[in-house]
């Protein structure tokens, strides 16, 4: 597993901006338009190959796992979500994971071999656009929602017995808490590096760069952001959904020397949760870099939260009602 992309704003280019702004005379209006309209579009740009390396990555095939190349279609939407099934004969539970903003599903393989070898199916994807270069427009959170819903749509049918699990990384961190407030299916998940808001994470971004306050470019981020891809920063908030989780058990991790997105965002997530939760904070690590400070630890650590609420506690009343369902109605099994 490797670091995952991130969002980034170089900061030669917006001085650019913002002096050639004024070098014009646009006036502190156009300084403004300019500014927001460059972060609005760093954002969403489709993805591009940065170097042939980028064609070359690990497979399933190197971490010796029998994995089925799978496609299924998102919540809403007409595009194919691309990932890997790996199926465990013994399984009674599957994980899905994903990584994160322009992340590909092969940066995570590791953590996936872990929880395999550990006795879970897993589905590993990633979000349309963000690993396989299509040339579509990609959101932070919003859109990519509905990937995530249509990976739990997906294993519900090809494992229905199974409980599900989630892990997410960066930007598929706060994708997997906000959809997993939308649905009973997910009975534990796990977040690394999740920002709490869309908003807190450009903020961030802006100010490590600009080195001045975000709200100077606030407003006219999100009118442009909406004119743009069309959505606001207010609906993209795992803080505001990850409450609703609760009873099911959230684990949060988080580096308190991220240069991505703000640390101060973990204990504000953690705050809002309800129990069961737990924060791990890790000092001196970097964004997604728990599992490279202390490789045992840390798989030590997620293999023991998903095995004590998938393998060793009962499933919520809710979810008990659901498997019985599902055994009720055996056709419901996707074909392979």
Known sequence: ??????????????????????????????????????????LTRPKRIANFMDLYTFSPYEFHMPAEEVTFPPLHGNHGVSGWFVSHSQATSTIIICPGYRG?????????????????????????????????PVTLGYREINDF???????????????LGAMGYSMGGSVAL?????????????????????KSAIEYAVRRTLHMPFALFDWVTDLLLWLRAGYHFKQVEPLRDIGLIAPRPVLLIHGLKDTIVDPHDA??????????????????VDHC???????????????????????????????????????NNPDTTLSA
Not at 267 to 284: C, F, N, S
Not at 304 to 326: A, C, H, V
């Open 1 to 42: 597993m490797s670091h995952l992309p991130n969002v980034h704003i170089s900061r030669p280019s917006l001085k650019a901006i913002l002096f050639g702004g004024l070098g014009s005379s646009v006036g502190a209006l156009g300084v403004l338009l300019a500014v927001g309209l460059y972060i609005v579009q760093t």
């Open 104 to 136: 590909k599903r092969s940066d995570v393989l590791g953590m996936c071999s872990h929880l395999w070898q550990a006795g879970h199916n897993v589905l590993v994807f990633e979000y349309y656009g963000h690993g396989t270069v299509v040339g579509t």
């Open 149 to 163: 819903l249509g990976a739990v749509e997906y294993v519900k049918q090809r494992a229905p017995n199974t409980r």
């Open 178 to 198: 906000m959809a997993t407030a939308r649905t009973q299916e997910i009975e534990a998940i796990v977040a690394d590096s999740a920002f709490a808001t869309h």
């Open 267 to 284: 204990p504000l997530l953690y705050q809002a949760a309800g129990d069961p939760k737990e924060l791990w904070l890790l000092p001196d």
């Open 289 to 327: 870099g728990a599992y490279f400070a202390d490789r045992v630890a840390y798989t030590q650590k997620i293999v023991g939260f998903f095995d004590l609420y998938l393998k060793q506690s009962y499933p919520p009343t809710q979810i008990q009602n659901r498997m019985q369902e599902d055994q």
